[in-house]
Structure formats: structure tokens, C-alpha cells
């Protein structure tokens, strides 16, 4: 499944992701926005790895922000783009 999410400022967010077992799976961020440390993409993806399905994006970026290491610069986007990315992603 994939879902997309254009921010206000105009960067693209998105989500590439499996569900088995009512939990996400496989999950991939992708985009036109800049991370530092670019190595917080893979905290992003591990914090979405095995969420419920059913997850709100709420729950979501509170499990991506909780697992940023400190210090990470989301340039271009957040945590609730990556989440509305995934919660698209899910809807299809």
C-alpha cells in the first residue's frame, strides 16, 4: 500500500507499507524533505514497524516522535505528515 501527503510548505511525505495480522509491516519513508541525521529515517520506519493498523495519526507521530533520536531536524515535514502519509496509505 502506498499514501501520499504534500505538507503546506509543499514537501512530499510517503508511505509504502504491508499490514499482516492487523499490524504494519514492510513500512518505508520516502519524500522530497530533509532529515538530519539522515540515519532518524530508519527510527522513523522502526516507530511505525508493528503499530496497529488501526492506529489513529495521533498515535502514530507520538510513536514517531518518541523514537527520533534526540537532536533530529525534521525539515520539510513532521511526524503528523508522516502519520497522515500512513493513515492514506491505509484507506486505499
Same mark, same amino acid.
Given at each position: 500500500? &502506498?499514501?501520499?501527503?504534500?505538507? $503546506?510548505?509543499?514537501?512530499?511525505?510517503?508511505?509504502?507499507?504491508? /499490514?499482516?495480522?492487523?499490524?504494519?509491516?514492510?513500512?518505508?519513508?520516502?519524500?522530497?524533505?530533509?532529515? +538530519? $541525521?539522515? +540515519?532518524?529515517?530508519?527510527?522513523?520506519?522502526?516507530?511505525?514497524?508493528?503499530? $496497529?493498523?488501526? #492506529?489513529? *495519526?495521533?498515535?502514530? =507521530? #507520538? &510513536?514517531?516522535?518518541?523514537?527520533? $533520536?534526540?537532536?533530529? *531536524?525534521?525539515?520539510?515535514?513532521? #511526524?503528523?505528515?508522516?502519520?497522515? =502519509? /500512513?493513515?492514506? =496509505?491505509?484507506?486505499?
Amino acid at each position: 500500500m &502506498r499514501g501520499e501527503y504534500k505538507t $503546506p510548505g509543499g514537501k512530499l511525505v510517503a508511505a509504502d507499507l504491508e /499490514v499482516a495480522g492487523g499490524r504494519l509491516r514492510s513500512v518505508r519513508i520516502s519524500g522530497d524533505f530533509f532529515l +538530519e $541525521p539522515p +540515519e532518524a529515517l530508519e527510527s522513523i520506519a522502526g516507530a511505525l514497524e508493528g503499530a $496497529p493498523a488501526d #492506529a489513529g *495519526e495521533g498515535d502514530l =507521530a #507520538a &510513536r514517531i516522535r518518541g523514537a527520533l $533520536p534526540e537532536g533530529t *531536524e525534521m525539515v520539510g515535514f513532521s #511526524a503528523e505528515a508522516v502519520a497522515r =502519509a /500512513v493513515r492514506r =496509505a491505509l484507506s486505499r
